[in-house]
């Protein structure tokens, strides 16, 4: 089918809660400034999902020590990923409206001390609450650090600091494991808990001095100067050239909160793509949770030998991120040069079909490569087919779920944070129910049915992203009279 040449469509009036308005002005902060603010905030994400990535090296370690069966320590990660589902629900909505600092602040005080109290804690219960104290400062980092981000990067700017953006995330899954598994091995595994707090101390300083607040809501291009208590020392010390007059701020014409969060699933394409994208990390959660009974059981591996298996994993997902989005990006610029416009108008581009005909791919990919490990664990080959395959299993997952993300964050470009904690709570209610069933699972059926199992499943998922793939565009203008629409920028 040939696509017309379309229209530029004029911006329409109101508030953010009525359409999605213009393309957001570029910020107005250096390009030294921008790296420095990315960079904090992308180490700042690294403690997101650094608590469960760490953890599974030393379950052993505190099954054994705490007195309490594999199975039953099992629910201290069933815990932590339900405490990850809801509480950004409630921080999101806030930070979107209010400001990332004040969230930044208050759940990186939480985590520190939640991570004290689990270097010190010497029973299950303790364990279990403040697992979830943990959890509530982590789940919070990540959804409201990505946000951040989209705040100060244009589309246009995204492959230039692409590098920054994308690596603290995936530096924990590649080296969470790894770090877990050699401090529980040398130091015990209350040292794990101790690197958390020391490192999430540090965080909390170097955001009290250097990170400027970048909510638009707030701040918009940076122009306006944020509230007082909201401030950074860097502010008070070489404060930018805010607007003389400062403007009305958008976030507080509009309250928005839990409800209006979980409402966002209720969208028909925001709901498939968040299901898709959940079915994936259960997925992956599901292998994370086998990995040290099926390594320790079949090839006797040791805590700091099942830490290094997780890297091929890890390695593989962190190789995706410069995959997909070349990949993505040559993609747009064949539909771009297929239309024949400089400017598009966002309601007649198919950013869905450009991003899916990337995703779909690797959701057929990530399933074959799931059943493949599944039978090679099954038939107790060499240790080094696992480890191959479970590479190329990461870098398919890991890669689909990037694109997946992406699309969402391109659908609600005006709320990133409340569409991301939409997306994490069904992602993690949904592994939370996939963990608590593997071990049980494959006792049952064995790990080689068990994949075989996960990878019908990515199949029957794959048919919702076909859904997208054809019906996506032609719904998405009353998305875009909810505000919920793509940018019109269209040159990433």
């Given amino acids: 089918m040939k696509l017309s040449q379309p229209k530029l469509a004029e911006p329409k009036k109101g508030n953010d809660h009525q359409n999605h308005g213009p393309s957001p002005s570029p910020s107005i902060l250096s390009g030294p400034e921008k790296i420095l603010s990315i960079i904090i905030v992308t180490t700042m994400t690294f403690l997101g999902p650094a608590p469960m990535s760490i953890y599974f090296p030393i379950l052993s370690s505190l099954s054994r020590d705490l007195h309490v069966s594999p199975s039953r320590m099992s629910l201290t990660i069933t815990v932590y990923m339900i405490t990850q589902a809801l509480f950004p629900l409630l921080t999101a909505s806030f930070s979107d409206q209010r400001g990332r600092r004040p969230v930044f602040i208050v759940c990186l005080t939480v985590y520190l001390g939640a991570n004290i109290g689990l270097a010190s804690q010497n029973s299950f219960a303790a364990l279990m609450a403040l697992r979830c104290l943990q959890s509530f400062g982590a789940s919070s980092l990540s959804v409201v650090g990505i946000a951040a981000m989209t705040d100060i990067i244009t589309r246009a700017e995204r492959g230039k600091y692409r590098i920054y953006t994308s690596s603290g995330y995936t530096l924990a899954s590649l080296l969470g494991p790894v770090t877990g598994g050699l401090l529980a091995q040398f130091l ?219 699309l969402l964050l391109g659908i609600h470009r005006r709320r990133p944070a409340m569409a991301l904690a939409a997306a994490n709570m069904a992602r993690f209610l949904c592994a939370a129910g996939a963990v608590a069933a593997i071990i049980p699972g494959i006792k049952l059926l064995g790990i080689g049915w068990m994949g075989t199992v996960v990878a019908g499943i990515y199949l029957v998922m794959s048919g919702m992203l076909w859904v997208v793939y054809y019906y996506g565009q032609r719904m998405r203008p009353s998305n875009l009279k909810k505000g919920t629409g793509l940018l019109q920028r269209t040159d990433a």
């Fill in 188 to 406: 015990g595994w209350r040292s794990v808990f101790w690197f958390l707090a020391i490192f999430s101390g540090v965080m909390l300083l170097l955001i009290l001095i250097f990170l400027r607040e970048s909510c638009r809501a707030v701040v918009r291009d940076g122009s306006v100067p944020p509230q007082r208590w909201n401030r950074a020392l860097i502010d008070w010390m070489h404060p930018l050239e805010y607007c003389p007059e400062s403007p009305p701020q958008p976030g507080s014409t509009c309250r928005r909160g839990v409800l209006d969060t979980i409402r966002l699933l209720g969208s028909w394409q925001t709901g498939l793509l968040v299901a898709s994208q959940a079915v994936l990390f259960c997925g992956s959660m599901a292998i994370f949770a086998s990995i040290p009974l099926l390594f320790q059981r079949q090839y006797g591996f040791q805590i700091w030998q099942i830490g290094l298996v997780y890297v091929p994993y890890a390695a593989g997902g962190f190789a995706a991120r410069w995959i997909v989005s070349p990949l993505t990006a040559k993609n747009m610029r064949r539909y771009r040069r297929h239309i024949g416009a400089e400017v598009i108008d966002p309601r007649e581009f198919p950013f869905e079909r450009v991003r899916l005909e990337v995703i779909l791919p690797l959701v057929y990919l990530a399933g074959a490569w799931v059943m493949v490990y599944g039978w090679l664990m099954q038939h107790d080959v060499h240790v080094a087919g696992p480890l191959v395959v479970l590479f190329f299993t990461g870098n398919a997952t890991t890669g689909a779920s990037v694109g997946l993300t992406g």
